[in-house]
């Protein structure tokens, strides 16, 4: 089985000589879903731009990203058909960038422009098909009833999942999203998450998205990757994320994960994966401690 994402000796070096990654080597499989996880400034968001292409790595560096086969960057270098490439690949990012003042749908069918003619995205015109498969994914998503209102007047959980069926409407084989819940309340939260986690089952697609929480790791993703001062330290199955491993990955650190608290979960059910998460031993990885 090829890979969804394969990223080798991958690295990035800030213009202040502040290394954002360093020596990145991961395999995912088609179809897992994957928390990324650490402290603010660890890599997280750095990492998932760089397997969009939206950055580059180090120039004559080594470090290469590829996408189910398709290069995304290789040596420091954006592939030249990335737009082709990004077609297939669904960015969720934090502040939901929808356009506020347009419907609610075109923001959603803007996940086609790439399949549409020129005209027909500089206007904005989209046939009864594309409208009507518009709508079937904010149904899916829960919010099909606000399809003709401005994305400026839906709530921040409304918002991400309306991002959320764009990338659905695109046909993304990949799903990134970087740090989906962090400023949402925690019913919005859950409903982003649980929605993610019904894309993955359902659709079969890969998702990886960053988080903070590491009880929302365990509950929505068998696997997780975590990463400290750009390096990958862990990586093996979530559950195994207890507090005395992420004190020796992150010594005084720890604290500052650990603090925030699973503020989607009750409390009698913080540590239960949802049903779909089954973690078959072939895409299994070995968790790794540096």
């Not at 360093?22 to 990492?47: F, H, R, Y």
């Not at 659905?168 to 409903?191: T, Y």
């Not at 890969?206 to 001062?229: D, F, W």
């Not at 020796?248 to 009698?268: F, K, N, R, T």
């Amino acid at each position: 089985m090829s890979a969804a994402i394969q990223i080798n000796t991958l690295s990035k070096t800030f213009a202040n000589g502040r290394k954002a990654l360093q020596q990145i080597d991961l395999c995912i499989a088609p179809g897992e879903m994957v928390a990324l996880i650490g402290a603010s400034g660890s890599g997280k968001s750095t990492l998932l731009r760089h397997m969009a292409g939206l950055m580059a790595g180090d120039a004559h560096a080594a470090g290469s990203v590829e996408i189910h086969g398709r290069t995304v960057q290789c040596n420091g270098k954006i592939a030249p058909d990335i737009r082709s490439v990004r077609s297939g690949v669904g960015f969720i990012f934090q502040q939901f960038n929808l356009v506020g003042r347009l419907p609610v749908i075109i923001n959603v069918l803007a996940g086609t422009l790439h399949r549409v003619p020129l005209w027909r995205s500089l206007i904005r015109w989209f046939t009864s098909e594309e409208k009507a498969r518009g709508i079937e994914a904010l149904r899916r998503v829960g919010i099909a009833e606000c399809w003709a209102q401005r994305a400026s007047t839906l709530s921040g959980g409304q918002q991400q999942r309306a991002a959320i069926a764009r990338a659905m409407v695109q046909g993304a084989r990949v799903v990134l999203a970087d740090e989906p819940i962090a400023s949402l309340d925690p019913e919005s939260a859950r409903k982003v998450m649980e929605v993610l986690a019904r894309v993955n089952r359902e659709d079969q697609c890969t998702v990886v998205v960053s988080l903070h929480q590491v009880n929302v790791a365990m509950k929505y993703c068998a696997r997780a990757i975590a990463l400290h001062q750009g390096k990958v330290v862990y990586d093996g199955p979530s559950v195994g994320l207890t507090p005395e491993v992420l004190r020796g990955l992150y010594g005084a650190e720890a604290d500052d994960i650990l603090s925030l608290g699973d503020h989607i979960s009750s409390l009698e059910d913080k540590l239960k994966p949802v049903p779909h998460l089954v973690w078959p031993a072939a895409m299994r990885p070995l968790a790794r401690v540096a």
